[in-house]
């Protein structure tokens, strides 16, 4: 298909993102921004192409269950192309009722060539005279069952199936499916939620407080928020807003912030301290504290100093002397599926072996800590693993620091060792977060 056509065709576009997600290994985001931003797309076709990418990465282990079903070759032996251009009939189909079926078969029959365009006009339209229904594998084998169901590798089924038993395991999986909200965290330096509220409805958004934070917003999008009201406001999920206010920063204090980019959290820190102090964010990608200056730059905040540095290895002139130091670890970020779905297909053999990892870097952030200070251990993903076992492991080794009681009201999140704070998405309406709040002693005992 000519480059031209294919800046202008939603559906095409989509196919080709699709494979290189799935050829390349490429991160679906970025992806679809670069997409976006060399397209030629009407508003109303950059919707449906983002749509289509998203929907159908969400889908994939639901629709490849249909396939299966409906198509006369096994899926494994299907060329990516024909698989792709399956899935995005499929879901059409199923997920988007705007959309007449005889376009949805007709547009996927377009995307391949050849002999393949009989193959998938065959099984698009068997599955529409069988009334789109398909059968779930049968609830006893439960890890299969609920990995169809909820369009979720059965690897991470297990996994949560394992650590939280059958229903709160299927409630999390339903959740990663239904994300009805943007919260944005209101800048207030220049205005209060209030008046961000009224100036967001008066552009057509939806807006209203949230009920977890009241310096954040939950809105319908952030399309509105993000291109008009950038200096007031900013993107970030409720339970990282309360895992910062668990800190509890203070104007003029020295705070640390060990993994920092996109800048989020060093953001909200400085908002906290009403930018009296200093804030050090540090991040191991040079390239990626860019987006921490500039976004300061925006907000108007002055504190945030940025530098390149591995958080295993602590800055030498900053040891023991920190107020306060948050430690968002790298992760495997299944917390944040509903999203960004492409990170379920994450091996969970990868996930396991972060846990080394993030000790380490929990240990660098420990050191910046002064006595009488406090640490936040927090990641964007559920697995114990990667949580409670890091925050144990690291209490074990060092008698000085000890896990301190929350002293805000966290929403409804689970707590474990009367101080380890896991957000559930059903429960809590957040992203799947954990967080740790630990204080230095000042004196070892």
Not at 15 to 42: H, P, Q, W
Not at 147 to 168: F, I
Not at 291 to 301: F, K, N, P, Q, S
Not at 340 to 355: F, T, W
Request: aromatic letters at 6%; glycine letters at 6%.
């Amino acid at each position: 298909m000519a480059d031209g056509k294919m800046n202008t065709n939603p559906r095409a576009l989509a196919m080709r993102s699709l494979l290189s997600t799935e050829r390349d290994g490429k991160y679906a985001n970025l992806e679809v921004s670069a997409i976006l931003d060399r397209s030629r797309m009407s508003d109303a076709d950059r919707g449906l192409y983002t749509a289509l990418v998203y929907g159908v990465i969400e889908r994939t282990v639901t629709l490849d269950e249909i396939i299966s079903q409906y198509a006369k070759r096994p899926l494994a032996s299907l060329d990516a192309e024909v698989r792709c251009a399956l899935r995005l009939g499929l879901y059409q189909l199923l997920y988007m009722d705007k959309i007449p079926p005889h376009a949805a078969v007709s547009e996927s029959v377009e995307l391949v060539g050849g002999p393949a365009r009989g193959f998938v006009n065959a099984a698009l339209r068997s599955f529409l005279r069988a009334g789109m229904k398909f059968d779930l594998p049968a609830e006893e084998d439960t890890v299969r069952y609920l990995s169809v169901k909820y369009s979720c590798p059965e690897g991470l089924c297990a996994l949560w199936l394992d650590q939280y038993g059958r229903e709160t395991a299927e409630q999390i999986l339903a959740s990663s499916l239904d994300r009805s909200h943007v919260s944005v965290r209101v800048n207030t330096l220049r205005t209060s939620p209030e008046r961000l509220a009224d100036a967001l409805r008066a552009k057509g958004e939806t807006a209203g407080p949230s009920p977890l934070s009241d310096d954040m917003l939950r809105l319908s999008s952030a399309k509105v928020a993000v291109s008009d009201f950038a200096a007031d406001c900013f993107v970030e999920d409720e339970a990282s807003r309360l895992a910062v206010c668990l800190l509890g920063a203070r104007p003029g204090e020295l705070v640390v912030d060990t993994c920092a980019a996109p800048g989020g959290k060093s953001f909200s820190l400085a908002l906290d301290m009403r930018n009296e102090g200093r804030v050090c964010s540090f991040d191991l990608h040079a390239n990626k504290l860019s987006l921490v200056r500039r976004g300061a730059e925006r907000l108007g905040i002055s504190i945030i100093e940025t530098e390149a540095r591995d958080a295993r290895e602590p800055r030498e002139d900053l040891v023991g002397k920190a107020d306060r130091v948050l430690c968002d670890a790298p992760c495997s970020g299944f917390g944040v599926i509903a999203k960004k779905p492409d990170v379920k297909y994450r091996p969970i053999e990868a996930a396991m072996a972060l846990p080394a990892v993030q000790l380490a870097v929990l240990r660098g952030a420990a050191a910046y800590v002064k006595p009488g200070g406090r640490l936040v251990y927090s990641t964007c993903t559920l697995n114990r693993a990667e949580n409670e076992d890091v925050v144990r492991a690291f209490l074990a080794e060092r008698d000085d620091f000890a896990l301190a009681v929350p002293e805000i009201d966290l929403g409804g999140c689970r707590i474990t060792d009367g101080a380890m704070v896991t957000f559930l998405p059903h429960e809590t309406g957040t992203d799947g977060f954990f967080a740790a709040l630990l204080e230095r002693r000042r004196h070892a005992e």
